[in-house]
């Protein structure tokens, strides 16, 4: 798809084609952040840190706002969604929240100190206990930041890109596979 040509201006120029096709982001998924020019990398994990889902974005994008896309990318088995969501303060939204109780999963997120005010003072009820197991999508980023190509980002597409990191997770289920079939 990627190596796809669009015609964009008038017949017969040739300024008006581009590569890349529709799905391409205008910015390529790069942008700046507090880390410099770079790209985002939004990740869903299961409970052992099996990636679910990925979606790349431009570096300076909030977190929250490919929340629902990447949760509706989720299958887990029989069921669509997980029964509980756990994530860090910068998934502490209303909206987030809101979304998460429509589709009856629990939301293990703490409250940001200037949310507060709006339970007078009381912070919301969470599971420390299933927070601290949230290192394990921290685990698997570091474990995708060992794979050379995805650290520095080769790519000029956010395509190919996305492809690479698709790549590198096939890559860590046949290997769990592999572990799997010799014990």
């Not at 509706?72 to 029964?83: C, E, K, T």
């Not at 994530?87 to 979304?99: E, T, V």
């Not at 520095?152 to 698709?166: G, P, Q, S, Y």
Request: hydrophobic residues 35%; proline residues 4%.
């Amino acid at each position: 798809m990627c190596g796809r040509l669009i015609h964009s201006g008038q017949p017969g120029s040739r300024r008006g084609w581009q590569k890349g096709g529709t799905q391409e982001p205008p910015d390529h998924a790069l942008g700046r952040s507090r880390g410099g020019f770079g790209s985002k990398l939004h990740l869903v994990t299961d409970g052992r840190g099996l990636p679910l889902a990925a979606e790349v974005t431009a570096g300076q994008r909030h977190d929250s706002t490919r929340f629902e896309g990447l949760m509706n990318a989720v299958r887990i088995g029989r069921r669509s969604r997980p029964a509980r969501v756990a994530g860090d303060k910068g998934y502490s939204f209303p909206r987030i929240r809101r979304w998460l109780r429509r589709h009856g999963i629990a939301a293990v997120i703490p409250q940001k100190s200037n949310q507060l005010a709006r339970h007078r003072g009381h912070p919301l009820n969470f599971d420390k206990d299933a927070y601290k197991r949230r290192s394990v999508i921290e685990c698997c980023m570091g474990w995708l930041k060992e794979c050379r190509r995805i650290a520095t980002r080769f790519e000029k597409l956010a395509l190919n890109f996305l492809a690479m990191i698709k790549l590198a997770i096939i890559r860590r289920y046949l290997r769990i596979l592999h572990l799997s079939d010799t014990t």
